[in-house]
């Protein structure tokens, strides 16, 4: 067993790979600040049983990655980085550019030294497909370049600069994931910035309309987060020479429309709920300076670090759904009793 740091660590990619770790025996030291995080994602991740099972350990610092006093406390001892703590939402980020700027890139930077400092064998850091830009290529290789759309892509490109630079002036391992539409449990369902799997599954199961923004047949390739828990633990243990601050793109390769996805959704649920079956989408108009089509190419990750997704989009969407039904249930029950006790 190695010790590994999960930056963001109650975030939804955060818990599913303290998880995955625990599952594999390692020691884990987690550090986030709950600012879009939750005390319940580590409570949900800590009592999975592969990871009760897998005899891991967990530490948990509360803390802010800008704040270089809590990174260098996290990073003592540490082997392996695994970057995610983030302001990870593009309409966030255009209401918020200052808070998203100083979270994503002082933020960055606070980890980027200690790690130097602790002598780390490696960090992976979270990237993102905005970083495309509005480049029409599709699948999109590591080499495409577009304009930036949003404040968030630009953030997530000075990380990968920065990553360079670090590795070049200090000689720190850095490998940054090109992350494209990552779904799955504990990917937050409510508020304004919710990710669109999560809100419709949520949408359904309480009998509310699910809205399309255009006419549906915009595409994104979306990719279970079991297939990012490997993609990192391989990016961070691959003894190759893979060259400087490499940056690989993880998905799955494929594209699914809107409509496509919105038909998987609501078919995976009617074996729980029959009533979702008449369920419809309202169509709205197309969001500002959404991309038609989005897909990876996966052929670099896949050669140079032998990744493969074990979930096609598919399997991941029985996966996850179950868990949203389950956990849904859960706090149905919760409410339920607080409700019985407020009224004795
Ligand atoms: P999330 O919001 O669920 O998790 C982020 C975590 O970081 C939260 O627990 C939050 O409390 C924590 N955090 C935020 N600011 C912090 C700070 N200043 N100090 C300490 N902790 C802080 O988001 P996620 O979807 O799990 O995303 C994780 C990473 O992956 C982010 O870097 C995001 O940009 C990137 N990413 C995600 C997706 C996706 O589809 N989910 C796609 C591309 C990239």
């Given at each position: 067993p190695r010790t590994w740091l999960v930056t963001g660590v109650a975030g939804f990619i955060g818990s599913?790979?303290?998880?995955?770790?625990?599952?594999?025996?390692?020691?884990v030291v987690g550090l986030d600040d709950f600012s879009t995080g939750y005390q319940a994602n580590l409570d949900?991740?800590?009592?999975?049983p592969p990871?009760?099972?897998?005899?891991?350990?967990?530490?948990?610092?509360?803390?802010?990655i800008r704040d270089i006093a809590s990174c260098r406390k996290a990073m003592k001892g540490i082997d392996f980085v695994l970057h995610h703590a983030a302001m990870g939402s593009v309409p966030r980020s255009i209401d918020d550019p200052v808070t998203t700027n100083s979270v994503n890139v002082d933020g960055f930077l606070s980890v980027m030294l200690a790690a130097r400092?602790?002598?780390?064998?490696?960090?992976?850091?979270?990237?993102?497909?905005?970083?495309?830009?509005?480049?029409?290529?599709?699948?999109?290789?590591?080499?495409?370049?577009?304009?930036?759309l949003s404040p968030y892509a630009a953030t997530k490109l000075a990380n990968e600069i920065y990553a360079d630079v670090f590795q070049r002036t200090y000689g720190l391992q850095l490998v940054g994931l090109r992350y494209f539409n990552i779904f799955g449990p504990r990917q937050d369902p409510n508020g304004a910035y919710a990710a669109v799997i999560p809100r419709w599954i949520d949408k359904l199961l309480n009998g509310k309309t699910c809205e399309i923004l255009g006419d549906g047949e915009t595409s994104r390739d979306f990719c279970h987060v079991a297939n990012v828990a490997k993609a990192n633990i391989l990016a961070a243990t691959s003894d190759r020479s893979i060259g400087h601050s490499p940056v690989y793109n993880v998905g799955c390769g494929k594209e699914t429309t809107l409509n496509e996805l919105f038909r998987m959704i609501r078919l995976?649920?009617?074996?729980f709920q029959p009533s979702i079956s008449a369920s419809q989408p309202k169509y709205g108009p197309f969001r500002d300076g959404d991309i038609r089509r989005s897909a990876a190419d996966i052929?670099?990750?896949?050669?140079?670090?032998?990744?493969?997704?074990?979930?096609?989009?598919a399997q991941g969407l029985g996966q996850a759904l179950e868990w949203y039904v389950e956990h849904s249930a859960k706090s149905a029950s919760t409410e339920q009793e607080r409700v019985v006790a407020a009224a004795r």
């Open positions: 599913n790979l303290l998880e995955e770790l625990l599952a594999l025996g390692q020691h949900d991740a800590l009592a999975s990871a009760v099972q897998g005899g891991g350990t967990f530490r948990f610092i509360k803390g802010d400092e602790a002598n780390v064998t490696s960090v992976v850091y979270a990237s993102s497909c905005a970083v495309y830009g509005d480049s029409p290529m599709c699948p999109l290789t590591e080499d495409a370049t577009g304009s930036l995976g649920l009617v074996g052929s670099k990750i896949q050669q140079q670090l032998d990744y493969e997704p074990t979930h096609t989009i």
